[in-house]
């Protein structure tokens, strides 16, 4: 994927580093915590903006921007109409590809660290972003050449990768709830070490992070399986 989205990037001439969390505790995957990590470690580098990025969508359409967004501009690159998984075209979709600036994204407090196995922290944060008045200027592609069958391509293979969707009754209650709770402010983690991924053409930072749970208010952090 990384030297795929370099060539890309630098076809737009947008300047970018690459930034890889890599989780390492014993808990269920959390990809909102390692999110607000990882807008440390831009900070750290100095960056003006983030793009959230699954690893599993490769843009195809060389029209797709991801120059700087502005402050107060959310630009939502995988817009529901062009997603390659089409149950994501609804109306508060911002998952798959996000970027915003630092800013804007430390303004709403980063996102959510209740959300522990796959989905609905994007939908969360979309609530946070419309609480900070920053839902009108979501901007999204239009009038592309491309539709959903072409303007991504999807890599993930769910057979041999199988995401971990177990919710238990106190995670489905919880899941849907705007988090006051916790956020950017609030992840708890220890960093563990660095590495390099190192290609021909460009290099990526890997930080191994262990993450903290509160396991009486998240207990599901654990899986069903690791709680007996």
């Known amino acids: 994927m990384i030297p795929y989205v370099h060539e890309f990037l630098t076809n737009q001439s947008v300047q970018h580093m690459f930034i890889v969390l890599n989780q390492t505790d014993r808990y269920r995957f959390n990809r909102a915590s390692l999110i ?46 062009y997603h390659p998984i089409k149950r994501y075209d609804y109306q508060k979709f911002i998952g798959g590809v996000l970027i915003l600036t630092m800013e804007d994204f430390r303004q709403v407090d980063g996102m959510s660290n209740k959300y522990w196995g796959w989905g609905l922290e994007d939908d969360e944060f ?14 999204r592609p239009h009038n592309l050449t491309s539709d959903r069958t072409n303007t991504f391509m999807h890599i993930h293979d769910g057979k041999k990768r199988k995401r971990d969707y177990e919710r238990s009754a106190q995670q489905k209650k919880m899941s849907r709830r705007r988090d006051r709770i916790s956020g950017l402010h ?25 993450l903290y749970c509160d396991l009486e208010w998240t207990p599901f952090c654990l899986s069903s399986k690791a709680q007996q």
């Open 126 to 139: 979309y609530l946070r972003l419309k609480e900070a008045n920053m839902t009108d200027t979501i901007v």
């Open 36 to 81: 607000n990590v990882g807008w440390f470690e831009a900070d750290r580098l100095a960056c003006d903006y983030i793009c959230m990025h699954d690893v599993d969508i490769l843009p195809l359409n060389p029209t797709l921007n991801y120059s700087y967004p502005g402050k107060g501009i959310v630009k939502h690159v995988s817009a529901g109409k």
């Open 186 to 210: 609030s992840v708890k983690y220890t960093l563990r070490g660095r590495s390099f991924l190192h290609f021909d053409s460009v290099n990526a930072s890997v930080l191994h992070v262990d």
